[in-house]
C-alpha cells in the first residue's frame, strides 16, 4: 500500500499517538508500516476538602498547590502507575508533611469521591490481600479528603492545684500537633506566680516532666505551667545609665521570691541627663521608677510585686 495516510492506528487504553507511521522496505512490493504510542500522563488531584497543605508536596518536585494550599495536583503520572507512589511516597504512609490539616479536625484518610462513600487505601493501610493498589486511569484522579470534628484536646492550667480552671482549651484532631498559647512564652511574668519557663505534663508517677512543641497528639492532654519562684533581684537603673547618671541609682541587695513585695527605694541624688547630642542637663526632676517587664510605675517607698527579675528604670523630666 503506498497510500500511507488511510493507515488508521490501534486505539490501545491508556496510550496516545507517539509519531508519524515510519515505513520500512523490506522488498520492492512490501513495507511494514510501524505506528509508535506513548503512555498518557496524567494528573493526580488532592482536595484538602475544607482544610490545607502545608508541604512541598511530592519530593520529585512535580506538585503545585493552588486555592489557598487547599489543592495539590500532581502532574505528569503516567498511565498504569501506582497512585500510592505519588500520594504516599512509594508504600509508605503518608507523613504529615503532605497530610493536609485542618485545626479542630482530624484526617481521616481519602476517598475517591466528592460524597465521600468510597475510601481509598493506601499501600499498607488495610488494603485486602490480593486487592491491587490504585492505577492512574486514562484520565485524571481525584481524591477528597475525609474530616471528623476533633475528639482530643489540650487543657493548659497555671498552676497544678486541684480545682484551678483551665486557662485555655484548645481542640485537635489525632496525630495533630500542639500549638501553645501565645500569651505565654519564657521569661514571661505574672503577679503571684513567677517568671514562666515552660509547660509540662504530669507522668502516672506525679512528675512534671517538659512538653515539647510540636509534639504529635495521640489522645487528650492537660498541661501546667513551670514557673520559677525565688532569688529575684530588683536592678535601678538611670535614665542613661551613663558612669555620672547611674550613681544615683540606689542599690537593693535582697533577694525575693514570688510571695514576697519589694520595697522601692528612693534615688540617692539628683538625676544628670545627658542625652544624645551630648548636652547635658543637671537639674531632672524625678517622678518614678517603671517597671520594664510590665510598663507599671511605682514611686519610692511604695511595694511591687515580686513575679520575676525587676528593672526599674528613673522616669525624669526637664
Known sequence: MSDTSRLTPKSITGMGPGREPYGVTYTSAHTDHNFYY????????????????????????DASLSGANSIKTISGVMYGEKVSFYVDNEGNHLSDAKNPVRPGY?????????????????AGEGVASGQADMTVPDSDVELWAKWQAASIQVEYYLTAVAGDEAVETQPYGKGDYVVFPGDYVAGTQ??????????AYRSAAGKFIK?????????????????DTDSFRV??????ATAETQKYSPTDDLSYDVTAEANIFAPTGTFVYQ?????????????????ESTGKTYLPGSSMPMSGHKTLVAMVQA
Open 211 to 227: 512538653y515539647n512543641a510540636g509534639s504529635r497528639l495521640d489522645d487528650s492532654l492537660k498541661l501546667y505551667a513551670m514557673w
Open 38 to 61: 506513548l503512555r498518557l500522563r496524567k494528573n493526580i488531584i488532592l482536595n484538602a476538602n475544607g482544610g490545607a497543605f502545608t508541604g512541598s508536596g511530592h519530593d520529585d518536585g
Open 190 to 199: 505574672i503577679d503571684g506566680l513567677g517568671t514562666f519557663r515552660y509547660w
Open 275 to 291: 542625652d544624645d547630642n551630648g548636652t547635658i542637663n543637671n537639674d531632672m526632676i524625678f517622678y518614678g521608677w517603671r517597671d
Open 235 to 240: 536592678t535601678y537603673i538611670a535614665p542613661d
Open 106 to 122: 482530624e484526617f481521616l484518610g481519602w476517598f475517591t469521591d466528592a460524597d465521600l462513600t468510597t475510601a481509598y487505601k493506601l
